[in-house]
């Protein structure tokens, strides 16, 4: 038997010591500080997160005007609205929306890596870093959305946009029905990353 | 040619996850926390200078060749952040930051008593510094004067560059015809220069549809079409790569 086909029996207790001993050895040369790395999740707590996108997608559904802007320029409809600082930062630099329609599904996808646009949507689920996902929604999409509780109808086109440059997306989905007298902040919390990926839609509570 | 450049389409892989969870051990967190610090920290960046030891470049580009180079049994068997470990672990390595031994031995005390102290130190403009990188990012948009040989609604072929260490062109494409849906403006950089495989200078953008009956004929699904970013150094006129098949 060959040990590339085994785990350690350890396997996650080996890998907390390892990276402890690392971030330890990093902070004992110089090269980092002991609140390096709390630093960076505290700034993915509460800078860059999906938090972001949901506010984005809620003033998309209800001003028509402002969907239309985040289609054609994304970073500079981001721009428009009150959100914290660093909405074109690190991966984010170039970003693109695609908005879903009676007619149309988008799922986005990276088959090389696990490009993720993160001041709107944070870091990547596991699922999108899967490479089961990246391999299968490639060819399958629609079999794929089955597995994630989505049926999409062959009469809807799915479009599925492959991230291989440096340009990162994301998807507006539509509003759900039900919605009418719902505020904007109410619809916020209707928006989860799995919908700005095309995984899922917005459901009314 | 390596299997992690030609992930898309593979077949008979099983259901996918549906898991959620950006990490699923408290420890992916902290190896999350030190790729970031590693890039905001990178020497290529043109950000303030800080007490760091870190003087040595680190970009998506080097994490990516890592996973790239991997066995693919491996590149499967082991989790996102599992791999980011490994190749992390390596680097601090193989450029000197760090031994292995030294590394080795930490780790076991760790494992002996997960409650062992930290050491406490650091200069808070390394900090400062990992916040800047965060919120100016590092655009590789330039606007350098290019020549932009394709307009959307162009029908073009994809090359199949040799793509040794690292590529940004997708397996599943490589010798396949697209038409181009968005022609990006300006012209973008890639983080490291890939030789062979061409990317690097900064260069158009083409975001390319393609029929998935052309890429997987008789083996797909109806009423989908897939796009792709792709830099202009993968992309040629359909009679370019008609002229290389007959020659």
């Not at chain 1, 007619?103 to 870093?129: A, E, F, Q």
């Not at chain 2, 950000?47 to 030891?53: G, H, I, N, R, Y």
């Not at chain 2, 080097?62 to 693919?72: H, M, Q, V």
């Amino acid at each position: 038997m060959i040990d590339r086909f085994q785990y350690r029996e350890d396997r996650e207790a080996y890998s907390a010591a390892r990276v402890k001993a690392l971030e330890a050895l990093l902070i004992k040369k110089g090269i980092i500080t002991d609140k390096t790395v709390d630093t960076v999740l505290d700034f993915f707590e509460t800078k860059m997160g999906p938090f972001n996108g949901a506010k984005i997608v809620a003033r998309a559904w209800v001003d028509p005007s402002f969907k239309d802007r985040l289609v054609t320029d994304t970073p500079a409809a981001i721009a428009e609205l009150n959100l914290p600082e660093g909405m074109a930062g690190a991966e984010g630099e170039h970003m693109r929306a695609v908005a879903n329609s009676p007619d149309v599904h988008n799922l986005i996808i990276c088959t090389l890596c696990s490009c993720y646009p993160w001041p709107v949507l944070g870091l990547p689920p596991y699922w999108y870093k899967d490479p089961t996902f990246r391999s299968r929604a490639a060819r399958e999409p629609r079999a794929v959305l089955g597995e994630f509780g989505l049926p999409v109808p062959e009469a809807i086109e799915i479009k599925v946009w492959d991230s291989s440059a440096q340009i990162r997306w994301f998807v507006i989905p539509e509003r759900p029905v039900g919605t009418e007298g719902m505020t904007e902040a109410e619809l916020e919390a209707l928006v989860t990353p799995e919908a700005m990926m095309g995984v899922a839609i917005a459901k009314a509570a | 040619m390596k299997l992690q450049h030609y992930l898309g389409g593979l077949e008979g892989l099983g259901p996918v996850s549906t898991e959620t969870r950006v990490f699923v051990e408290t420890w992916e967190t902290r190896i999350f926390g030190i790729h970031t610090a590693m890039m905001a920290l990178s020497s290529q960046l043109p950000l303030p200078p800080t007490p760091s030891k870190f003087t040595t470049v680190w970009t998506w580009a080097d994490l990516r060749k890592g996973a790239e180079s991997l066995n693919p049994f491996d590149y499967f068997k082991f989790r996102y952040y599992e791999k980011w470990l490994g190749g992390i672990s390596g680097y601090f390595i193989d450029n000197g930051y760090i031994t292995a031994e030294e590394l080795d031995a930490l780790t076991e005390e760790f494992y002996r008593d997960p409650s062992k102290p930290f050491p406490a130190a650091g200069d808070a403009a390394i900090d400062n510094r990992v916040v800047q990188y965060l919120v100016e990012g590092d655009s590789p948009k330039r606007d350098t004067n290019v020549s932009f040989d394709f307009a959307v609604g162009d029908l073009v072929s994809i090359k199949n560059v040799p793509s040794i260490e690292h590529t940004r062109l997708p397996g599943f494409l490589r010798n396949k015809s697209g038409t181009v849906e968005t022609v990006y403006d300006g012209a973008y950089v890639y983080l490291c220069d890939t030789g062979t495989d061409g990317i690097g200078a900064a260069m158009p953008v083409y975001c390319i549809r393609f029929e998935p009956e052309d890429l997987w004929p008789g083996n797909t699904e109806k009423n989908f079409s897939l796009y792709a970013d792709l830099y202009s150094h993968y992309v040629e006129a359909p009679a370019a790569a008609s002229a290389k098949q007959a020659a």
